[in-house]
């Protein structure tokens, strides 16, 4: 997948790129985010909590927030194609 981060501004750190994608587009327009993981893993997610700690500020700030429970469309057609059982995948 190509990256959205201009060549000229990618650091050697994939999260940096992240805080700088988030950074430019704070208080300037929407930005869409879907993850699987809970805000207090990102740490982990991006190997540095100060880090996710910044991009999460930026986000949360004027935030909008749409929590979702159940399974994915990718799982359901799975199950639906009889490749999966009949449970939920426990994380």
């Known amino acids: ?3 959205i981060v201009p060549r000229s501004l990618r650091s050697t750190r994939p999260s940096l790129d992240v805080l700088q994608l988030v950074a430019r587009r704070y208080e300037k327009g929407s930005l869409l985010v879907t993850t699987n993981q809970l805000v207090g893993q ?4 991006f190997g540095d ?3 996710a700690a910044a991009i999460l500020d930026r986000l949360l700030h ?3 927030a749409l929590l ?3 399974d994915s469309y990718r799982l359901r057609m799975k ?3 009889g490749l999966l059982g009949t449970a939920a995948v426990q994380r």
Request: overall charge neutral; cysteine-free; glycine content about 10%.
């Open 68 to 70: 979702t429970q159940g």
């Open 49 to 51: 909590d100060v880090l």
């Open 42 to 45: 990102w740490g982990q997610v």
């Open 79 to 81: 199950r639906k194609a």
């Open 1 to 3: 997948m190509p990256s």
């Open 62 to 64: 004027h935030d909008h």
